[in-house]
């Protein structure tokens, strides 16, 4: 069945931390130069990100991630912890949730 038909729904899945999240994953990525400079900056960009999806009219599920099952995730597959591994493992997340109808995710 197509990923688009109508009977599917396309979920957008949006890489989710909260602060503690947010401060271990600054620790533990290989891109630290490409994320914001704060969690008040990353939120405000995530945020803006998730009213960019839901005026889109798109299905937007935000995705709490906790930081050492992504990085046991990325050890396993072989990945460094940077954005497009990031997007790889929400975008699994959301798949196990809804089945294979998604979309990668946004940071």
Known sequence: MPAH???RIVVVGVA???RKQWRRLTEA???RGE?????EQWEQSALEAVRM??????KMEKVHVEVE????????KGLPVN?????????????RRHGQSTRA???
């Open 5 to 7: 038909s109508p009977d």
């Open 53 to 58: 999806i839901e005026r889109e009219g798109r």
């Open 29 to 31: 990525v290989a891109d």
């Open 83 to 95: 954005g497009e591994s990031r997007a790889q493992y929400v975008t699994q997340l959301v798949q």
């Open 69 to 76: 099952s992504l990085v046991s995730w990325c050890k396993e």
């Open 16 to 18: 989710w931390f909260d």
């Open 105 to 107: 995710p946004r940071e």
């Open 35 to 39: 994320l914001e400079d704060t969690y």
